[in-house]
């Protein structure tokens, strides 16, 4: 790990921990927006405390209706140039609903380093790290890729099990994979920890559409974990393929493979703001609060859970 990251990863930790403590406040409330707008005040107030020029590369979208750390907002005192993408709330909705799996979550890395994606939907295919390279490919149709996938593991297609988002965009694709008998795990919201999931023996892969930001913060998830993901883009107007020029995007396209999202070194912060298969949410426990947070960096593959107490 580079030696200014050294010095400061406990204290960009606290950027997760603060905004999970500010949106938990907003447990089952009912209330995205206020929920979202703490989450991203209390990381925005931590991160601008650091001593570096860090750069919002994936930030808060315009979907959410709330108070953005928008892209190309720089945050910190000044000092080594570094790429942040943050999620100040994974799943807004969750935590709206009083249910699990709610993060907070930020990646750092060099600068240059992060895929600059805006903020769009992207069709997205992850799977663990006991694979040959590039066996998946969204070119393929869906039920390609479980072959290939069950190929890989030498095990039947109907042995597989896959993450989806359950939305109406994806019905189509979850009855084409039931088809073939393979299991459909459905998912409200979350899919960050989901692609995670497939790093941890919680599914083979993970498969459709959500946010651009999402993907590249799953990728950096896998970075540093292990594990592969291939991306594309979704423009559904003009505006949007307007957006994605202004951005740098040349070929709508494209897949976009892991070592093109995160193309160096990254530490991977998650912390929980409610209890998930993952890591436990914000507790309070005689008048105090407690956390619990992963740190895990691509360079030595190490991953570490720590809890927290104020």
């Known amino acids: 790990m580079p030696d200014y990251l050294k010095t400061i990863i406990f204290d960009i930790t606290q950027a997760t921990i603060a905004a999970s403590i500010a949106s938990h406040s907003f447990f089952g409330l009912g209330d995205e927006k206020a929920a979202d707008e703490a989450a991203v005040e209390a990381m925005r107030k931590v991160?601008?405390?650091l001593?570096?020029?860090?750069?919002?590369?994936?930030?808060?979208?315009?979907?959410?209706v709330a108070p953005m750390l928008y892209i190309g907002e720089?945050?910190?005192?000044?000092?080594v140039k570094i790429d942040i993408a943050v999620d100040p709330l994974e799943g807004t909705t969750i935590l709206a609903k009083g249910a699990n799996?709610?993060?907070?979550?930020?990646?750092?890395s060099n600068a240059g380093d992060l895929l600059h994606a805006p903020d769009l939907y992207m069709d997205k295919i992850a799977i663990g790290f006991d694979f040959s390279?590039?066996?998946?490919?969204?070119?393929?149709?869906?039920?390609q890729n479980l072959k290939n996938i069950a190929s890989a593991k030498r095990s039947s297609i109907e042995d597989l099990s896959v993450i989806i988002l359950n939305r109406p965009r994806h019905e189509e694709l979850i009855a084409k994979i039931r088809e073939?008998?393979?299991n459909v795990i459905l998912i409200d919201d979350g899919d960050i920890a989901a692609v995670i999931g497939t790093t941890m023996g919680r599914a083979d892969a993970y498969m459709g559409i959500g946010g651009a930001p999402e993907g590249v913060l799953a990728a950096a998830a896998l970075k540093t974990?292990?594990?592969?993901?291939?991306?594309?883009l979704i423009t559904r107007n003009n505006l949007e393929e307007e957006r994605a020029k202004k951005m740098g995007v040349t070929d709508l396209k494209k897949q976009y493979y892991l070592e093109e999202m995160v193309k160096g070194d990254v530490v991977f912060i998650a912390t929980g703001v409610t209890d998930g298969w993952m890591l436990k949410g914000v507790k309070y426990i005689?008048?105090?609060?407690?956390?619990e947070s992963m740190i895990a960096y691509s360079g030595d593959k190490s991953l570490r859970k720590i809890t927290n107490s104020v």
Not at 74 to 79: A, F, R, S, T
């Open 47 to 49: 991160l601008n405390k």
């Open 51 to 64: 001593p570096v020029s860090g750069k919002i590369v994936i930030g808060e979208g315009e979907r959410d």
């Open 74 to 79: 720089i945050l910190g005192l000044g000092g």
């Open 101 to 108: 799996d709610a993060l907070s979550v930020i990646a750092v």
């Open 133 to 143: 390279e590039r066996i998946i490919d969204l070119d393929n149709t869906p039920i």
């Open 180 to 182: 073939s008998n393979v």
């Open 225 to 232: 974990m292990g594990g592969q993901i291939c991306t594309r």
């Open 286 to 291: 005689n008048s105090r609060i407690s956390t």
